[in-house]
């Protein structure tokens, strides 16, 4: 399914904690139009609970979720509207 | 022309005269205390003072928490080739930025929800780097502190290296700073007939500094805290409710804690404002509404009473313009 999903943009986040992966994905989020896709790769299990959480939050869709271990793997579609919160 | 022109001798700096060769030269010490000034209409009933801390050079009580901070990084490590990084409501942050642009070190700043935008252009101005964070940033962990989360994770992520982090909720710099500095001044000001020292719960550098040198004058001198409600607005205080605890604060200095809602600080700062012209920040409001409050318990008459006013209100126009309804504007 991963393979699959075409994306718009890519943040690479590898070697950054918590909470910087979901900053600056917040900061992707934000600059995206609505219905692009960001691919998102972190080195922190913590991801797996943030991102989802931050997809929630802002209104955005989580198309696909990729755990390989050592990195996380996410791909996120921008929603219609920008929600309260992380700007 | 040219022999008019030339000095003779570079003058150098005096102290008495307000003269000085460097804008650092004006940070507070016992020699050279901000001011204490007297409250005579909103509680005329009490002998109360206000240190006024935004007569600092750069406009806050921060000023002295960040050159504590720098030079205590200093001293146990190179800052040569760092980017400093700190979480900060704003007057630790433009403190430590006019710092940072003296000495040529670049710095970033997370700042949390609810700052001013005044603060933040400022910041810019000065040269930082300005991370706008939300305080719930960590969306599965919380308490209310992302701005801190982010500074931490900044300082210690892959190329943390570079970057040296102050961290003014864990560095026993600030609390040396208000020790050897802001509590002897007091002392001296008061000559040493200070009964109760009020401050605001935020960093808590200031509450247990100033706490403890006082309690080591006299034991019997009674330290307030002020402490805003959860959910509150005026920055530079924290909610205990909804953040967490700075690792320098020492509870055992502590008499009091005293909680202000936004109403009665807004409304004590407009006071502050119209009936002392003290153009004063809204948590200079908080910590007078709570020495002012009255004497519900068996607590000692408060005594000569010294509040500390952190920084004045020009930061904040954009936060007093919610408490102003019409007042003020044209009545047709």
């Known amino acids: ?87 | 022309m040219t022999t008019f022109l030339k000095r003779q001798q570079q003058l150098g700096t005096d102290r008495h005269v307000r003269r000085y060769d460097d804008i650092r030269q004006l940070l507070p010490d016992v020699d050279q205390p901000t001011p204490i000034v007297r409250l005579n209409r909103v509680a005329p009933e009490l002998d109360l003072y206000l240190k006024l801390e935004w007569l600092n050079p750069f406009g806050s009580i921060k000023d002295r928490t960040a050159s504590y901070l720098l030079a205590g990084l200093a001293r146990r490590s190179s800052l040569q080739h760092k980017q400093l990084v700190e979480a900060s409501s704003g007057n630790t942050a433009i403190a430590l930025a006019a710092l940072a642009a003296l000495e040529g070190l670049p710095i970033t700043i997370t700042i949390p929800d609810g700052v001013p935008e005044e603060k933040r252009i400022v910041l810019r101005m000065l040269g930082a780097e300005v991370w706008e964070t939300p305080d719930d940033l960590c969306p599965v962990d919380n308490p209310r502190d992302g701005a801190i989360a982010l500074a931490r994770s900044i300082a210690q992520s892959a190329g943390g290296e570079d970057y040296i982090w102050p961290d003014q909720y864990s560095s026993p710099d600030n609390v040396k700073a208000h020790y050897e500095t802001t509590g002897p001044e007091i002392w001296r000001q008061t000559e040493g007939q200070i009964r109760t020292f009020v401050a605001g719960f935020g960093t808590c550098g200031t509450i247990t500094g100033v706490g403890r040198f006082l309690k080591e004058q006299d034991r019997s001198i009674r330290v307030v805290a002020v402490e805003p409600q959860k959910g509150h607005r005026p920055p530079g205080l924290k909610s205990f409710a909804e953040a967490k605890e700075p690792d320098i604060l020492d509870r055992s200095v502590i008499d009091e804690v005293v909680t202000v809602d936004d109403d009665l600080a807004y409304g004590m700062t407009k006071r502050l404002y119209r009936e002392e012209g003290l153009i004063v920040g809204p948590s200079t409001g908080a910590i007078v509404a709570a020495a002012t409050q009255p004497d519900t318990s068996d607590v000692p008459a408060p005594g000569l009473t010294v509040g500390i006013s952190p920084d004045s209100g020009f930061k904040y126009a954009s936060f007093f313009i919610d408490h102003l309804g019409d007042e003020g504007l044209p009545r047709i």
């Open chain 1, 1 to 87: 399914m991963s393979d699959a999903i075409t994306f718009d943009e890519r943040l690479d986040t590898s070697g950054l904690l918590c909470p910087l992966p979901v900053y600056k994905a917040g900061l992707v989020l934000g600059r995206l139009e609505a219905g692009k896709v960001l691919h998102l790769i972190t080195t922190d299990p913590g991801s797996l609970e943030d991102i989802p959480a931050l997809a929630r939050q802002r209104g955005d869709e989580l198309l696909d979720v990729e755990d390989r271990g050592a990195t996380q793997l996410f791909w996120l579609k921008k929603g219609p509207t920008e929600r309260d919160g992380h700007k």
